[in-house]
């Protein structure tokens, strides 16, 4: 079991996690009903589906991506081939978030493998029937000595923090990634933080109202609005405002029908502390679509909210529900001031047939990540990277990136020794002038 140097053995591992996840794929997907009613088209398309594809890349491209790297060298070394070579850090702790606990759990995971690494995944605890089957799927598939899901809650997880890694690996809130940080910070461990933020959506009078709006939804409502890239407000130019509710009430009754409680395809909030956290915050706005709640079943309707005060609930933290705001702007300046009161997001999106105006708005901001004319779907393209920036988040991964995340980056010069240039060497009396010139001239 050489996973650290025996790039062939990781990449066993990986064939037999796949069989394994492909095996249980129906069982996942009844966990994650279990959970929180996840639909299962949700769960195929965004946590086994999604796992699958990047278990076949990783594959794939293992002996790739592992390979140590040539580079050009220095012409100030001459003679000599020079490298990167990709080490595994050693131990690597995950600590994954429940709203899509499986994908969120399992790709860190396998691109942790993928680069030679020990690693101990802690799960959610709120999702504790997806924490149980990838436990019994890690367990079948690998060496306790070499990866090990360690399931609990917050105490759990403190005391894993407490430990010395060589690389943490956290996604969640941003209030758990700062003690996530602080823990990294006591033994000098690099961390990757995958956090949230309030994502702005804005839409210009130039927009394509109605495929606006189907797509906001998709992307809003996906997962009870339980995503980290989620379209947290709505920002439209005051002149669209009422025709786009009115496509936004029309795709929302299309997706999920007029008794939308009975939606198979409408997912619940994850436990009652969430659910009186979003009542709360729709307690007293101006609904002008949804609102129903039921206490027993977690659920929450898809919910508009018009015009909130900045400084309710609402505009004031991360929704994570199906609640969308809508506010209205009239200038860019008006804009600035509403996502400028904000930390970095971690998603931004636009809504523009205007080029130039979403290109100023995307160059204008920063933020993890986005889109133009959509929502949340660069998630799905494996060659951009994902993560935040400031609040919303340290680092990035997807793809090979993930690869190269979880792997040190070792530079390597290899000299030749058929010559051996004297100019670098003391004493350099009258060698000044050449160096000068030969570095003035590369
Ligand atoms: P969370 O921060 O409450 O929990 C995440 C993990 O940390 C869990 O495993 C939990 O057991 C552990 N944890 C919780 N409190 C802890 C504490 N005090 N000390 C140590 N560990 C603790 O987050 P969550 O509620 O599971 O997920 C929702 C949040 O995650 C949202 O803010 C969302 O935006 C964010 N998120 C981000 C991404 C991303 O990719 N950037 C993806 C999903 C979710």
Redesign the pocket.
């Known amino acids: 079991m050489d996973y650290k140097n025996d790039i062939a053995y990781r990449k066993e591992t990986l064939k037999k996690l796949l069989h394994t996840i492909q095996k249980s794929e129906d069982l996942i997907v009844k966990a994650l009903y279990d959970d929180f009613k996840k639909p299962e088209f949700e769960a195929v398309l965004t946590e086994t589906n999604y796992v699958i594809s990047e278990l076949k890349d990783t594959i794939k491209n293992i002996h790739k991506w592992a390979k140590p790297k040539r580079v050009f060298p220095s012409i100030l070394n001459f003679p000599s081939t020079d490298y990167i070579y990709k080490e595994p850090y050693g131990n690597v702790l995950i600590?994954?978030?429940?709203?899509?606990p499986f994908q969120?759990a399992l790709c860190p995971l396998i691109s942790a493998v993928a680069a030679g690494n020990k690693v101990v995944l802690?799960?959610?605890?709120?999702t504790p029937n997806t924490a149980a089957i990838i436990a019994k799927i890690i367990e079948e598939t690998f060496h306790i000595n070499h990866v090990e899901v360690i399931q609990g809650?917050?105490e759990v997880?403190?005391t894993l923090?407490a430990k010395r890694w060589d690389y943490i690996f956290?996604?969640?809130?941003?209030?758990?990634?700062k003690?996530?940080a602080k823990a990294a910070a006591e033994h000098l461990t690099p961390a990757t933080l995958?956090?949230?933020?309030k994502n702005p959506c804005i839409i210009d009078e130039t927009a394509n109202l109605k495929l606006a709006a189907k797509r906001i939804v998709w992307g809003k409502f996906i997962n009870a609005g339980q995503t980290?890239i989620a379209p947290d407000y709505i920002l439209i130019h005051k002149d669209m405002k009422i025709p786009f509710i009115t496509y936004l009430m029309e795709e929302i009754t299309l997706a999920y029908g007029k008794k939308m409680e009975k939606s198979p395809d409408f997912a619940r909030i994850i436990n009652t502390k969430n659910w009186l956290r979003l009542t709360n915050m729709i307690q007293n706005e101006k609904i002008i679509f949804g609102g129903e709640t039921d206490a027993e079943h977690h659920y929450i309707a898809p919910t508009l909210i018009d015009e909130p005060d900045l400084e309710s609930a609402v505009m004031q933290e991360?929704i994570?529900g199906p609640i969308l705001p809508i506010l209205s702007y009239e200038t860019e300046a008006d804009i600035a001031k509403i996502i400028n009161r904000y930390e970095k997001p971690?998603g931004f999106y636009v809504f523009s047939d205007n080029n130039s105006f979403a290109k100023k708005l995307i160059t204008t901001y920063s933020f993890g990540g986005g889109c133009i004319n959509d929502t949340v779907i660069h998630f799905s393209n494996k060659r951009l990277p994902?993560?935040?920036v400031g609040h919303?988040?340290i680092g990035a991964y997807h793809g090979k990136l993930s690869f190269d995340v979880f792997s040190h980056h070792k530079g390597v010069v290899k000299k030749g020794n058929w010559i051996d240039l004297p100019m670098r060497y003391a004493p350099y009396k009258d060698k000044l002038s050449s160096i000068k010139r030969i570095l003035n001239w590369l």
């Open positions: 600590i994954a978030p429940w709203n899509y969120l802690k799960p959610s605890e709120l809650g917050v997880s403190n923090l956290f996604t969640g809130s941003v209030a758990v990634g003690i996530v995958e956090l949230g933020g980290c991360e994570f971690l994902f993560g935040g919303s988040g």
